[in-house]
C-alpha cells in the first residue's frame, strides 16, 4: 500500500495517517496514533494463545497487527506516551507476519503465493527450508526460528479469509482452497510448543469451523464487549487527536464547530460490536480531515469484491433494508460456503451494526441496523447499481429525486412513470418470475430515493408490503406479480381489494394527512396500478 503522509496547513499539527498501516511509520512520519495499546497489552494477559478478530475492511486490523508485531519485537522506543511502555518487560520474540493477500485464480497460483511468501521470510532471517508445501514450510519455519532464538515464536496473519472469500464465486475452488487453508492453520496447532502467540484477523468467518478446526481452542474477541473499541475511533479519541483538524475544517464547510462534530458522526460513527461501545470508521475521517469535504469514502474502497459477487445468490433483500433486525447470539457463526446468509455476511463487511445489546430477552440478542449515513448510502448505491444499468450514475440520481418528488406530490401517475423507467433498466435474475423481485425492486428503488418506508408493516390482520410516508400524505401499498400484461388491470385490482377487505389504512387515518391506498402489479415489461384516496 502506498504511504502518503498528509500534512496540514497549519504548522504543528501531526499529519493525518492515511495509507499507513505499519506502525513504525507513525513516528518518523508524525503522524497521528490513536493508542491501542491498552487492548494489546489485555490480549497479552488474557490467558489463551490463538486469537481471531473479524472486523470490515478499512478498520485498522493491519495497523493492530503491526502494534503488536512492534511490541513482540520488543521496540519499546516507538511507544513512548502510549499505554502499554511501562506496563510489559518488553521480552523479544521471533515475529511471523503472514498477509494472506494471495493470487487465487487457482489452487495452484494460491499455493505458488503462500511459498514464495513463506521462504521470502526464510530468507530474510538467514534460515533455508527445504520444502515446497506451505504448511510444510510454515511448521519448518517456526522450528527453525525457536532453535535460532530460543524463543517461542509469534505469528500474526492478516486477511486470514481472503484466499477463500476471493473464490466465493466458484465453490469447487473456494472449497478446495478451504482445504488447504485447514491444513496450513492446523500447522499452528501441532507448533503449539514453539508458539508464544498467535493472532488472526479477517473479514467474514465464511467456513470459520472448518479453517480453525485445528484449533483445540482460540478466542474469537469478535463480540468481546473488552475488545469493542480496538479498532476505529470512538467520540473521546476523535475529540482528543483530530480536535485541531475540526477547527481547520469547520470554516471551510461553514459550519460550527459543535455542528461539524455533529455532522461527521452522523457521517461515519455508529459501528458497534456489542451495542455500547460506538466507533468511527478511521478511513473516512481521515479522508474527510483531507478532503475537507463529505463523501462515501468508505464505499469507494471498502466494498469488498466478494460481496459484489455473491449479490446473485439471494432474492430477498428486505432484511437488509428494513430499520432494524432482531438476531439470536450466535447469528454470525452460521456462515458456510454451500448456504451464505443475508445477514451475517452484510454484517461482517460493515453495512449492519449492532445498535443494541437485549438484555433479558429470550429469543434476541441484538438488534442490527445500518451503521451511518454514509453505509446507507453506499448500502442502497451498491445495490441499486447493481440491479439498474444506466450509463451514468447522474442519471439514477435524478430517476431517484423525480420518484420522491412524485409520490410526495400526490402524482402517483408520474411515480409510476419513473418505476416504469427505472424497471426497464433493471437486469433480470433467477427470481425475476415472482413478486418478491419486483417487491425487492421496489423497496430498494423508495430507499435510494430517500423515501420514508415501512417494509411489512404488521397490522392485527396482516402485513402490508410497503407503507411510505410523507408530510402531507402516507402510501398503503400491496404488490402482486402478472404473468402476462393483460393480467396487469386485474392484479392491480387485487392488489387494492386486499388493502381494503383487510383495513390496512385503518392505523394510518386521522393523522391529518391525506391516505392513498395503491395496489401495484408488476410484469416484465410493465406496472399497472390502481388507487383510491382516503
Known amino acids: 500500500m502506498t504511504k502518503l503522509k498528509i500534512y496540514s496547513y497549519l504548522s504543528g499539527m501531526k499529519g493525518l495517517p492515511i495509507g499507513l498501516d505499519s506502525f513504525e511509520d507513525f513516528s518518523s512520519l508524525d503522524s497521528i496514533y490513536v493508542d491501542k495499546t491498552a487492548f494489546i497489552y489485555r490480549l497479552m494477559h488474557a490467558g489463551g494463545k490463538t486469537i481471531f478478530l473479524s472486523r470490515p475492511r478499512r478498520f485498522g486490523k493491519s495497523l493492530l497487527l503491526s502494534t503488536i508485531q512492534a511490541v513482540f519485537e520488543g521496540k519499546k522506543e516507538l511507544f513512548k506516551g502510549l499505554f502499554i511502555e511501562d506496563k510489559i518487560d518488553w521480552e523479544t520474540y521471533p515475529v511471523i507476519s503472514l ?23 526464510a530468507a530474510n532471517r538467514q534460515l533455508s527450508i527445504p520444502y515446497q508445501d506451505p504448511a510444510t514450510i510454515l511448521a519448518e519455519l517456526i522450528r527453525q526460528l525457536y532453535v535460532k532464538h530460543n524463543k517461542q515464536v509469534v505469528v500474526l496473519v492478516d486477511e486470514c479469509d481472503k484466499p477463500i472469500l476471493d473464490s466465493v464465486d466458484d465453490l469447487e475452488l473456494a472449497n478446495e482452497i478451504r482445504k488447504i487453508l485447514q491444513g496450513f492453520y492446523a500447522t499452528l496447532k501441532a507448533s503449539s510448543a514453539y508458539i508464544r502467540f498467535v493472532m488472526l484477523t479477517g473479514v467474514s468467518k465464511i467456513s470459520q469451523t472448518s479453517l480453525f478446526s485445528g484449533f483445540n481452542q482460540y478466542n474469537d474477541i469478535t463480540l468481546n464487549p473488552d475488545y469493542a473499541g480496538i479498532c476505529g475511533y470512538t467520540q473521546q479519541e476523535l475529540e482528543q487527536h483530530f480536535d485541531e483538524y475540526v477547527d481547520e475544517v469547520a470554516p471551510l464547510l461553514q459550519l460550527s464547530k459543535k455542528d461539524l462534530y455533529q455532522k461527521i458522526k ?15 470508521n478511521p478511513f473516512s475521517v481521515l479522508r474527510l480531515f483531507s478532503e475537507k469535504e463529505f463523501s462515501a469514502y468508505w ?11 455473491l449479490l446473485d ?20 457463526d452460521t456462515q458456510s460456503l454451500e448456504n451464505m446468509q443475508l445477514l451475517p455476511l452484510f454484517f461482517q463487511t460493515g453495512y449492519l451494526t449492532i445498535k443494541e445489546s437485549l438484555v433479558g430477552d429470550p429469543y434476541y440478542k441484538y438488534v442490527l441496523k445500518v451503521p451511518n449515513e454514509e453505509v446507507r448510502k453506499a448500502l442502497l448505491e451498491t445495490l441499486v447499481t447493481y440491479f439498474v444499468k444506466l450509463p451514468r450514475r447522474s442519471d439514477l440520481l435524478v430517476l431517484g429525486q423525480n420518484l420522491a418528488d412524485a409520490f410526495e406530490k400526490g ?45 411489512e408493516s404488521r397490522t392485527d390482520i396482516g402485513r402490508v408490503d410497503s407503507v411510505l410516508r410523507f408530510p402531507d400524505r402516507t402510501y398503503i401499498i400491496e ?13 392491480a385490482a387485487t392488489a387494492l381489494d386486499q388493502i381494503k377487505q383487510k383495513n390496512y389504512q385503518l392505523p394510518y387515518l386521522h393523522q391529518g394527512k391525506t391516505v392513498h391506498l395503491l395496489g401495484l402489479a408488476f410484469t416484465k415489461g410493465g406496472i399497472g396500478y390502481e388507487e383510491e384516496l382516503t
Not at 487465487?104 to 521462504?119: I, P
Not at 452522523?266 to 468511527?280: A, R
Open 99 to 121: 498477509n494472506m493477500t494471495v493470487t487465487v485464480r487457482s489452487v495452484e497460483k494460491m499455493e505458488e503465493g503462500l511459498r514464495g511468501h513463506l521462504l521470502g521470510i
Open 299 to 309: 464505499f469507494a474502497t471498502g466494498t469488498p469484491s466478494f460481496l459484489l459477487k
Open 411 to 455: 402524482d402517483t401517475a408520474a411515480a409510476i412513470k419513473y418505476l416504469n423507467v427505472l424497471y426497464s433498466h433493471a437486469s433480470y435474475h433467477q427470481c425475476i418470475y415472482s413478486e418478491g423481485y419486483y417487491h425487492n425492486l421496489f423497496e430498494i428503488f423508495s430507499k435510494f430515493a430517500g423515501i420514508d418506508l415501512l417494509i
Open 313 to 332: 445468490k439471494f432474492s430477498d433483500y428486505s432484511p437488509i433494508l428494513a430499520d432494524e433486525n432482531r438476531v439470536e447470539r450466535g447469528f454470525e
Open 479 to 491: 404488490m402482486k406479480y402478472a404473468a402476462e400484461q393483460n393480467d396487469l388491470p386485474t392484479a
Open 266 to 280: 452522523f457521517w461515519y460513527n455508529g459501528y458497534s460490536w456489542d451495542g455500547k461501545t460506538f466507533v468511527y
